[in-house]
DNA sequence: TCTATACTTAAGTAGAAACTTAAGTGATGA
DNA sequence: TCATCACTTAAGTTTCTACTTAAGTATAGA
Protein backbone atom coordinates (compact mmCIF):
# COMPACT_ATOMS: atom_id res chain seq x y z
CA UNK A 1 0.00 0.00 0.00
CA UNK A 2 3.19 2.72 1.07
CA UNK A 3 6.30 2.80 0.09
CA UNK A 4 8.41 0.85 2.61
CA UNK A 5 10.10 4.39 3.09
CA UNK A 6 6.98 5.95 4.39
CA UNK A 7 6.55 3.03 6.93
CA UNK A 8 9.70 3.52 8.34
CA UNK A 9 9.45 7.47 8.84
CA UNK A 10 6.18 7.36 10.70
CA UNK A 11 8.25 4.47 13.07
CA UNK A 12 11.11 6.86 13.53
CA UNK A 13 9.06 9.67 13.68
CA UNK A 14 6.63 8.15 16.65
CA UNK A 15 9.99 7.35 18.55
CA UNK A 16 11.43 10.62 18.28
CA UNK A 17 9.22 11.89 21.09
CA UNK A 18 9.96 10.51 24.62
CA UNK A 19 6.17 11.23 25.59
CA UNK A 20 5.49 7.90 22.92
CA UNK A 21 8.91 5.87 24.07
CA UNK A 22 7.53 6.17 27.47
CA UNK A 23 4.05 4.73 26.18
CA UNK A 24 5.99 2.31 24.16
CA UNK A 25 7.88 1.59 27.09
CA UNK A 26 4.94 1.40 29.20
CA UNK A 27 3.52 -1.25 26.56
CA UNK A 28 6.37 -3.33 26.42
CA UNK A 29 5.51 -4.54 29.80
CA UNK A 30 2.15 -5.66 28.35
CA UNK A 31 -0.87 -4.10 27.55
CA UNK A 32 -2.64 -0.69 29.43
CA UNK A 33 -5.57 1.31 29.16
CA UNK A 34 -5.52 4.72 27.61
CA UNK A 35 -5.54 6.40 31.00
CA UNK A 36 -2.93 3.51 32.07
CA UNK A 37 -0.36 5.21 29.67
CA UNK A 38 -1.36 8.95 30.52
CA UNK A 39 -1.29 8.57 34.19
CA UNK A 40 2.95 8.93 34.23
CA UNK A 41 2.42 11.87 32.16
CA UNK A 42 2.07 15.79 32.44
CA UNK A 43 -0.63 16.55 30.14
CA UNK A 44 -4.14 16.56 29.19
CA UNK A 45 -5.79 12.81 27.79
CA UNK A 46 -6.65 14.28 24.36
CA UNK A 47 -2.70 15.30 24.04
CA UNK A 48 -2.05 11.40 25.06
CA UNK A 49 -4.74 10.02 22.78
CA UNK A 50 -2.92 12.08 19.82
CA UNK A 51 0.36 10.38 20.56
CA UNK A 52 -1.72 7.25 20.82
CA UNK A 53 -2.70 8.33 17.08
CA UNK A 54 0.66 8.78 16.15
CA UNK A 55 1.90 5.48 17.58
CA UNK A 56 -1.12 3.65 15.74
CA UNK A 57 -0.82 5.03 12.74
CA UNK A 58 3.29 4.02 12.50
CA UNK A 59 1.84 0.81 12.97
CA UNK A 60 4.07 0.54 16.50
CA UNK A 61 0.59 -0.12 18.58
CA UNK A 62 -2.62 -1.54 17.90
CA UNK A 63 -5.72 -1.06 20.37
CA UNK A 64 -9.09 -2.39 20.78
CA UNK A 65 -11.92 -0.30 22.56
CA UNK A 66 -14.13 -2.97 24.66
CA UNK A 67 -17.02 -1.47 26.84
CA UNK A 68 -15.74 2.24 28.17
CA UNK A 69 -11.68 0.80 28.04
CA UNK A 70 -9.32 1.45 24.97
CA UNK A 71 -6.26 -1.65 25.28
CA UNK A 72 -3.20 -0.98 24.11
CA UNK A 73 -0.66 -3.48 22.95
CA UNK A 74 2.82 -3.60 21.11
CA UNK A 75 3.08 -4.50 17.51
CA UNK A 76 6.68 -6.01 17.13
CA UNK A 77 6.88 -6.71 13.54
CA UNK A 78 6.82 -2.64 12.94
CA UNK A 79 9.56 -2.17 15.88
CA UNK A 80 11.16 -5.37 14.27
CA UNK A 81 11.23 -3.14 10.84
CA UNK A 82 12.91 -0.25 12.08
CA UNK A 83 15.22 -2.41 14.74
CA UNK A 84 16.45 -4.26 11.07
CA UNK A 85 16.94 -0.90 9.55
CA UNK A 86 19.18 0.64 11.17
CA UNK A 87 20.78 -3.16 12.72
CA UNK A 88 21.64 -3.25 8.20
CA UNK A 89 23.26 -0.08 8.16
CA UNK A 90 25.39 -0.58 10.98
CA UNK A 91 26.72 -4.06 9.93
CA UNK A 92 27.56 -2.98 6.78
CA UNK A 93 29.52 -0.09 8.00
CA UNK A 94 31.33 -2.39 10.52
CA UNK A 95 31.93 -5.25 8.13
CA UNK A 96 33.49 -2.40 5.81
CA UNK A 97 35.86 -1.18 9.09
CA UNK A 98 36.58 -4.79 9.24
CA UNK A 99 37.94 -4.95 5.75
CA UNK A 100 39.82 -2.27 5.93
CA UNK A 101 41.83 -3.33 9.32
CA UNK A 102 42.14 -6.33 7.20
CA UNK A 103 43.67 -4.88 4.14
CA UNK A 104 45.84 -2.71 6.87
CA UNK A 105 47.15 -6.19 8.40
CA UNK A 106 47.92 -7.83 5.56
CA UNK A 107 49.64 -5.03 3.53
CA UNK A 108 51.64 -3.53 6.83
CA UNK A 109 54.42 -6.35 6.36
CA UNK A 110 55.31 -5.31 2.86
CA UNK B 1 25.91 15.42 29.25
CA UNK B 2 22.16 15.38 27.86
CA UNK B 3 19.38 13.84 29.51
CA UNK B 4 20.02 9.91 27.50
CA UNK B 5 16.36 10.65 26.30
CA UNK B 6 17.39 13.44 24.69
CA UNK B 7 20.38 12.01 22.49
CA UNK B 8 16.91 9.45 21.48
CA UNK B 9 14.96 12.14 20.76
CA UNK B 10 17.39 13.60 18.22
CA UNK B 11 18.60 10.01 17.07
CA UNK B 12 14.87 8.76 15.94
CA UNK B 13 14.05 12.85 14.98
CA UNK B 14 17.12 12.45 12.60
CA UNK B 15 16.25 8.78 11.00
CA UNK B 16 12.24 10.43 10.75
CA UNK B 17 12.96 11.72 7.34
CA UNK B 18 13.25 9.69 4.45
CA UNK B 19 16.10 12.07 2.71
CA UNK B 20 18.43 11.54 6.21
CA UNK B 21 17.80 7.96 5.66
CA UNK B 22 18.81 8.01 2.22
CA UNK B 23 22.41 10.04 3.63
CA UNK B 24 22.86 7.32 6.49
CA UNK B 25 22.11 4.62 3.75
CA UNK B 26 24.57 6.23 1.69
CA UNK B 27 27.24 6.65 4.03
CA UNK B 28 26.68 3.41 5.53
CA UNK B 29 28.51 1.62 2.74
CA UNK B 30 31.68 4.35 3.03
CA UNK B 31 32.29 7.94 3.82
CA UNK B 32 30.85 10.56 1.35
CA UNK B 33 31.15 14.64 0.75
CA UNK B 34 28.80 16.94 0.93
CA UNK B 35 28.06 17.04 -2.83
CA UNK B 36 28.60 13.27 -2.81
CA UNK B 37 25.50 13.24 -0.57
CA UNK B 38 23.42 16.19 -1.84
CA UNK B 39 23.84 14.58 -5.60
CA UNK B 40 21.01 11.90 -5.51
CA UNK B 41 18.68 14.47 -3.45
CA UNK B 42 16.08 16.53 -5.61
CA UNK B 43 16.71 19.91 -2.90
CA UNK B 44 19.17 22.48 -3.21
CA UNK B 45 22.44 22.36 -1.17
CA UNK B 46 21.56 24.31 1.77
CA UNK B 47 18.73 22.14 2.54
CA UNK B 48 21.13 18.96 2.72
CA UNK B 49 23.57 20.76 5.14
CA UNK B 50 20.88 21.65 7.37
CA UNK B 51 20.10 17.71 7.48
CA UNK B 52 23.71 17.42 7.65
CA UNK B 53 23.56 19.33 10.62
CA UNK B 54 20.34 16.93 11.99
CA UNK B 55 22.27 14.37 11.90
CA UNK B 56 25.32 15.76 13.15
CA UNK B 57 23.78 16.79 16.16
CA UNK B 58 22.20 13.95 16.44
CA UNK B 59 25.23 12.12 16.61
CA UNK B 60 24.72 9.88 13.74
CA UNK B 61 27.37 11.16 11.62
CA UNK B 62 30.49 13.25 11.85
CA UNK B 63 32.26 14.97 9.79
CA UNK B 64 35.46 16.85 8.89
CA UNK B 65 36.61 19.67 6.46
CA UNK B 66 40.00 19.00 5.04
CA UNK B 67 40.55 21.68 2.21
CA UNK B 68 37.10 22.85 0.53
CA UNK B 69 35.81 19.22 1.16
CA UNK B 70 33.73 18.41 4.12
CA UNK B 71 33.64 14.59 4.46
CA UNK B 72 31.05 13.00 6.51
CA UNK B 73 30.87 9.41 8.06
CA UNK B 74 28.45 7.21 9.98
CA UNK B 75 29.05 7.51 14.31
CA UNK B 76 27.84 3.45 14.89
CA UNK B 77 27.84 3.77 18.20
CA UNK B 78 24.42 6.31 18.03
CA UNK B 79 23.05 4.17 15.88
CA UNK B 80 23.83 1.23 17.99
CA UNK B 81 22.27 3.07 20.55
CA UNK B 82 18.32 3.13 18.82
CA UNK B 83 18.68 0.36 17.82
CA UNK B 84 19.43 -1.45 21.10
CA UNK B 85 16.49 0.92 22.58
CA UNK B 86 14.15 -0.85 20.05
CA UNK B 87 15.83 -4.07 20.71
CA UNK B 88 15.41 -3.98 24.07
CA UNK B 89 11.63 -3.26 24.43
CA UNK B 90 10.69 -5.36 21.59
CA UNK B 91 12.73 -8.41 23.34
CA UNK B 92 10.82 -7.92 26.85
CA UNK B 93 7.56 -7.52 24.62
CA UNK B 94 8.34 -11.39 23.09
CA UNK B 95 9.43 -12.77 26.24
CA UNK B 96 6.01 -11.71 27.97
CA UNK B 97 4.63 -13.27 25.02
CA UNK B 98 6.39 -16.49 25.18
CA UNK B 99 5.59 -16.62 29.30
CA UNK B 100 1.57 -16.21 28.42
CA UNK B 101 2.11 -18.99 25.76
CA UNK B 102 3.50 -21.04 27.88
CA UNK B 103 1.37 -20.43 30.54
CA UNK B 104 -1.35 -21.36 28.24
CA UNK B 105 -0.16 -24.92 27.32
CA UNK B 106 0.66 -25.44 30.88
CA UNK B 107 -3.13 -24.83 32.17
CA UNK B 108 -4.15 -26.83 28.96
CA UNK B 109 -4.44 -29.80 30.66
CA UNK B 110 -6.06 -28.89 33.86
C1' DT C 1 46.03 36.14 -10.36
C1' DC C 2 41.63 34.94 -11.65
C1' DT C 3 37.88 31.76 -11.87
C1' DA C 4 35.48 27.78 -10.62
C1' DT C 5 34.44 24.68 -6.93
C1' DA C 6 32.67 23.32 -2.50
C1' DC C 7 30.60 24.58 0.76
C1' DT C 8 28.40 28.25 4.25
C1' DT C 9 25.41 31.87 6.24
C1' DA C 10 21.32 34.37 6.53
C1' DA C 11 16.68 35.25 6.14
C1' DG C 12 12.14 34.12 4.90
C1' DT C 13 7.91 30.95 4.29
C1' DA C 14 4.49 27.14 4.16
C1' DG C 15 3.02 23.40 6.48
C1' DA C 16 3.33 19.99 10.27
C1' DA C 17 3.57 18.88 15.27
C1' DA C 18 2.44 19.17 20.06
C1' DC C 19 -0.01 20.83 22.87
C1' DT C 20 -4.35 23.42 25.05
C1' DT C 21 -9.46 24.09 26.55
C1' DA C 22 -14.24 23.20 25.91
C1' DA C 23 -17.74 20.36 24.86
C1' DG C 24 -19.23 16.04 23.63
C1' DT C 25 -20.50 10.33 23.63
C1' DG C 26 -21.40 6.05 25.42
C1' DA C 27 -20.63 2.46 29.20
C1' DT C 28 -20.91 1.38 34.37
C1' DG C 29 -22.38 1.14 38.87
C1' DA C 30 -24.98 2.93 43.00
C1' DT D 1 -32.18 6.63 36.48
C1' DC D 2 -28.52 9.37 36.81
C1' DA D 3 -23.86 10.57 38.14
C1' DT D 4 -19.25 9.09 37.02
C1' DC D 5 -15.80 7.27 34.30
C1' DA D 6 -13.13 6.57 30.14
C1' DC D 7 -12.47 8.25 26.43
C1' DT D 8 -13.44 11.34 21.99
C1' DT D 9 -14.02 15.38 18.90
C1' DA D 10 -13.26 19.93 17.60
C1' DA D 11 -10.93 24.01 17.29
C1' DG D 12 -7.33 27.17 18.30
C1' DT D 13 -2.31 28.48 19.43
C1' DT D 14 2.53 28.20 19.47
C1' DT D 15 6.60 26.18 18.04
C1' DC D 16 9.34 23.51 15.01
C1' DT D 17 10.65 21.58 10.24
C1' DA D 18 11.96 21.47 5.78
C1' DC D 19 12.64 23.75 2.51
C1' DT D 20 13.72 28.14 -0.56
C1' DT D 21 16.70 32.08 -2.68
C1' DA D 22 20.41 35.26 -2.36
C1' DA D 23 24.71 36.38 -1.06
C1' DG D 24 28.87 35.10 1.11
C1' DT D 25 33.95 32.57 2.13
C1' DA D 26 37.83 29.85 1.43
C1' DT D 27 40.53 26.52 -1.45
C1' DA D 28 42.26 24.65 -5.94
C1' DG D 29 43.66 24.74 -10.36
C1' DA D 30 44.77 27.01 -14.93
Same mark, same amino acid.
Given at each position: ??????????????????? &?????????? @?????????????????????????????????? &??? @???? *?????????????????? &? &????????????????? *????
Amino acid at each position: MFRQDAVLDLAFQALADPS &RRAMVDRLAQ @GPASVSELAKPLAMSLPAVMQHLAVLEASGLVKS &RKV @GRVR *TCSIEPHALSRAEHWIAE &R &RALWERRLDRLGQFLDE *TKGD
